[in-house]
């Protein structure tokens, strides 16, 4: 409707300007006439009338420009709004003249209103008004040169590639918007398709949101199984690629950018952190890194496969570890456990389990044949690994235990079979030091009665104690398992307890009085001490802190923590023996 009114204003203008050109043409006729002797009385009427007509057409000519002028104003207002927060200035000239032209044109509309002989009779008015007109207009001319529009106008041609850009970048926001959407933290040509961050708390279109949508149907083990690696895969090779191409991204926006919570994926489930929008994209400046940053990165992809699979992990409950609380298919992704054992000593060699046993299940997962035998013989082949579990409480079990646990909390032991001839098995007192610098001395007894670890130029270093005894090989513990699941269960159910395969536990480590101490520099400079030590006593006590830090600067943050007990043990789905 409103597009018929202006085309209708436009026919109806143009009616009138013809007729007023028609008009002048026909008093010329007779002005020309007029020169004979009995038409000499017209003469000055035509004059006039002529005189009139003119003033009209060139009021209505002053109108239709002045409106095309005020709409191309309005026009270029609209596209430097946006630029109101950078350009305060110029916006102020934009709204000045803005003002300009809407006195311009109420003054021209007043006298739009006028009739013929009201403009004949207020002549020296009219030409006092137009003097006016182009005076405010000279004003808006001064800010507004022909050269500088012409430049604005050049500006908007050669960013029409951009707008495309923006289009298709704007599209893809709509398909995976996010609460909070962020770009990348970094530099990229704007010719590429820029990877995305999210921050804060936001969880929908988020990682866990993903797996939820995916698993609400009756999909199967392998289907949980495959969901939850395919995601994990991708999303280390984004963890990798901000690690080591993005610069000025330091530890602790990587550790935002590793929570589950705050990866946005596609409708397929590819992850945009770094992936499928960095991957084949250009390569960025490399950021400044220390050398032991890849051992970091394990902590932080095991965070996240703890995350992915129990939203919070809590080593000491039992039920959250058995998956009880979110469903019997989380216990099937408990299996990316094994890629995350502290025993991996970096992420590099983390993530490339995960990609080898991808690439190993994805073409049987194709043709439909996978199983959950064979998603489970290819993971402990990968790497051979267990579950976690550090009671609150120490209970009452050893190595090669095979049980289960009662609803109290207490472990019913069933068998032991730990037999050396059968599994081999070692006990140690064991000290590991990690760090993100490769220098690392590990101390030792010198008749001092204290032991000193030194670490070289270092943001992060940590001391691991524990008496450890373990099975060493638990691929053939899982082994054993399968075959002995079934006469073990046939064996100690009775009337009362009738036991199911997925109820044994089998315990293939047992770790006592473990105790982490951990050095952590809470910025990021490089301007660190050249080394760092760890002085402790050969006979710790019981409570923390075992030993000291050097040197302890205000940017540090020092943890000391311990358990009594932590247990490894590998349990049963009822698919691994059918």
């Known amino acids: 409707m409103a597009l018929h009114r202006k085309l209708a204003g436009k026919d109806s203008r143009a009616r009138q300007a013809n007729i007023i050109a028609s008009s002048i043409r026909v008093f010329r006729v007779i002005e020309g006439l007029a020169e004979l002797?009995?038409?000499?009385?017209?003469?000055?009427?035509?004059?006039?009338?002529?005189?009139?007509?003119?003033?009209?057409?060139?009021?209505?000519?002053?109108?239709d420009d002045h409106a095309e002028l005020i709409l191309r104003i309005q026009q270029l207002a609209q596209v430097l709004e946006p630029m109101k927060n950078d350009a305060r200035a110029t916006v102020s000239e934009v709204e000045d003249l803005e003002k300009t032209l809407e006195e311009v044109l109420v003054i021209l509309k007043a006298e739009g209103r006028l009739s013929r002989v009201q403009r004949v009779?207020?002549?020296?008015?009219?030409?006092?008004?137009?003097?006016?007109?182009?005076?405010?207009?000279?004003?808006?001319?001064?800010?507004?040169?022909?050269?500088?529009?012409?430049?604005?106008?050049?500006?908007?041609?050669?960013?029409?590639?951009?707008?495309?850009?923006?289009?298709?970048?704007?599209?893809?926001?709509?398909?995976?918007?996010?609460?909070?959407?962020?770009k990348l933290i970094g530099q990229s040509p704007s010719t590429a398709e820029l990877p995305f961050l999210v921050f804060s708390e936001y969880e929908s279109g988020g990682v866990i949101g993903y797996i939820d949508r995916q698993l609400a149907g009756?999909?199967?083990?392998?289907?949980?199984?495959?969901?939850?690696?395919?995601?994990?895969?991708?999303?280390?090779s984004g963890m990798e690629y901000l690690r080591t191409e993005c610069i000025?991204?330091?530890?602790?926006?990587?550790?935002?950018?590793?929570?589950?919570?705050?990866?946005?994926?596609?409708?397929?489930?590819?992850?945009?952190v770094g992936h499928n929008l960095v991957i084949n994209g250009p390569k960025l400046v490399p950021m400044q890194q220390s050398p032991g940053l890849d051992a970091w990165m394990k902590i932080q992809l095991q965070d996240f496969v703890n995350s992915f699979t129990y939203r919070k992990l809590d080593l000491s409950d039992w039920d959250l570890l058995m998956a009880r609380k979110h469903g019997r298919r989380a216990s099937h992704i408990?299996?990316?456990?094994?890629?995350?054992?502290?025993?991996?000593?970096?992420?590099?060699?983390?993530?490339?389990?995960?990609?080898?046993?991808?690439?190993?299940?994805?073409?049987?997962?194709?043709?439909?044949?996978?199983?959950?035998?064979?998603?489970?013989?290819?993971?402990?082949?990968?790497?051979?690994?267990?579950?976690?579990?550090?009671?609150?409480?120490?209970?009452?079990?050893?190595?090669?235990?095979?049980?289960?646990?009662?609803?109290?909390?207490?472990?019913?032991?069933?068998?032991?079979?730990?037999?050396?001839v059968v599994l081999s098995v070692y006990e140690d007192s064991v000290v590991s030091l990690k760090s993100d610098s490769k220098d690392i001395v590990k101390g030792s007894s010198n008749g001092t009665g204290v032991i000193r670890h030194q670490f070289g130029k270092t943001h992060f270093a940590?001391?691991?104690?524990?008496?450890?005894?373990?099975?060493?090989?638990?691929?053939?513990?899982?082994?054993?398992?399968?075959?002995?699941?079934?006469?073990?269960?046939?064996?100690?159910?009775?009337?009362?307890?009738?036991?199911?395969?997925?109820?044994?536990?089998?315990?293939?480590?047992?770790?006592?009085?473990?105790?982490?101490?951990?050095?952590?520099?809470k910025s990021d400079s490089d301007e660190v001490p050249s080394h760092v030590e760890y002085i402790e006593s050969e006979n710790a006590e019981e409570e923390p802190p075992w030993g000291k830090w050097y040197p302890e600067t205000p940017d540090v943050r020092i943890t000391n923590k311990s358990w009594a007990q932590s247990l490894l043990f590998i349990q049963l789905e009822e698919e691994d023996v059918e």
């Not at 083990?221 to 969901?227: I, K, N, Q, R």
Request: aromatic content about 8%; some cysteine; overall charge negative.
């Open 462 to 521: 940590s001391i691991r104690h524990s008496v450890t005894s373990e099975i060493w090989n638990t691929w053939d513990a899982w082994s054993h398992l399968i075959a002995r699941a079934k006469p073990i269960c046939r064996a100690f159910s009775t009337d009362e307890i009738e036991l199911k395969i997925t109820d044994l536990v089998f315990i293939v480590g047992v770790e006592e009085n473990l105790r982490v101490s951990t050095f952590e520099r």
């Open 121 to 182: 009779l207020k002549m020296q008015e009219l030409k006092n008004n137009i003097l006016t007109c182009t005076a405010k207009l000279d004003s808006c001319i001064q800010r507004f040169t022909v050269t500088s529009l012409l430049r604005i106008y050049q500006l908007l041609i050669e960013d029409r590639d951009e707008i495309k850009i923006f289009r298709s970048d704007l599209e893809l926001f709509r398909r995976l918007w996010h609460p909070n959407l962020h």
């Open 248 to 272: 000025g991204l330091h530890q602790r926006e990587l550790e935002a950018c590793f929570d589950p919570s705050n990866i946005v994926l596609t409708p397929d489930g590819q992850p945009i």
């Open 334 to 420: 408990r299996l990316l456990e094994h890629f995350t054992s502290h025993a991996i000593p970096s992420f590099s060699e983390a993530a490339e389990c995960f990609e080898s046993l991808l690439a190993s299940l994805e073409p049987i997962y194709q043709r439909r044949e996978l199983t959950f035998q064979t998603i489970r013989s290819s993971a402990i082949q990968t790497w051979t690994g267990a579950y976690v579990y550090r009671p609150a409480d120490a209970i009452d079990c050893a190595l090669g235990d095979i049980g289960y646990m009662r609803d109290d909390g207490k472990f019913v032991v069933l068998t032991n079979e730990s037999d050396p």
């Open 218 to 236: 009756n999909g199967s083990v392998v289907d949980s199984f495959m969901v939850a690696l395919r995601v994990v895969c991708p999303n280390q």
């Open 37 to 63: 002797p009995y038409l000499s009385p017209l003469k000055p009427i035509c004059g006039l009338a002529i005189a009139v007509l003119d003033v009209v057409q060139t009021l209505t000519k002053l109108t």
